[in-house]
Nanobody, 125 residues
Framework: QVQLVESGGGLVQAGGSLRLSCAASGRTFNTYIMVWFRQVPGKGRETVAAIRGSRSTTYYADSVKGRFTIPRDNAKNMMYLQMNSLKPEDTAVYYC??????????????????WGQGTQVTVSS
């Protein structure tokens, strides 16, 4: 069982930065692919970024490439989403999720093994 708690959301002006944090419980954190996804009411879910347990491989959605990074600290059971050059279209509820490792780094858009309660990010223009 893995419990995930997000923090760090808030209101920021366009062009600003925010860092989201995801704290995970359990002793097997490094065996999970960690994911950030976001959701806007009335729109589909978007996988923003993901990182392997070994930190060897990352994924970024085209919409955030070059602006967001997804570091993780396995010793602290923590994952982050550093968001720079924020745009109004980044406004959403951001969730962290954990998926058991798989050889192909396959990440489901709508299904995850564990996820948190979400944190709101609002970017004003």
């Amino acid at each position: 069982q893995v419990q995930l708690v997000e923090s760090g959301g808030g209101l920021v002006q366009a062009g600003g930065s925010l860092r989201l944090s995801c704290a995970a419980s359990g002793r097997t954190f490094n065996t999970y692919i960690m994911v950030w996804f976001r959701q806007v009411p009335g729109k589909g879910r978007e996988t923003v970024a993901a990182i392997r347990g070994s930190r060897s491989t990352t994924y970024y959605a085209d919409s955030v490439k070059g602006r967001f990074t997804i570091p993780r600290d396995n010793a602290k059971n923590m994952m982050y989403l550093q968001m720079n050059s924020l745009k109004p279209e980044d406004t959403a509820v951001y969730y962290c999720a954990a998926d058991r490792e798989n050889p192909y780094f396959r990440i489901s858009r709508n299904e995850h093994d564990y996820w948190g309660q979400g944190t709101q990010v609002t970017v004003s223009s």
